[in-house]
């Protein structure tokens, strides 16, 4: 019985999300820094959305006050 097999651990494991490989404590939860890498890179790019709310759709829109008029 090793040490590791003593220690409860505090996240449970999950595969690597980009290859499926058993994730490492490092790189949590993927398994490389090469898949972590791949990962941020589509998060750099714009791949990843993360939808909000159209404020259009909300009828919600950001009042705008009349300009100020410029009285002589």
Not at 49 to 60: D, F, H, K, Q
Request: proline residues 14%; aromatic residues 6%; hydrophobic residues 25%.
């Amino acid at each position: 019985m090793s040490l590791d097999d003593k220690v409860t651990p505090l996240r449970p494991r999950r595969p690597c999300p980009e290859c499926g490989k058993a994730s490492v404590r490092e790189h949590y939860p993927f398994c490389s820094a090469r898949c972590k890498d791949l990962d941020l890179n589509r998060w750099l790019k714009g791949a990843y959305v993360i939808p909000g709310r159209n404020a259009e759709e909300e009828g919600e829109g950001p009042e705008q006050s009349p300009a100020p008029e410029d009285k002589p």
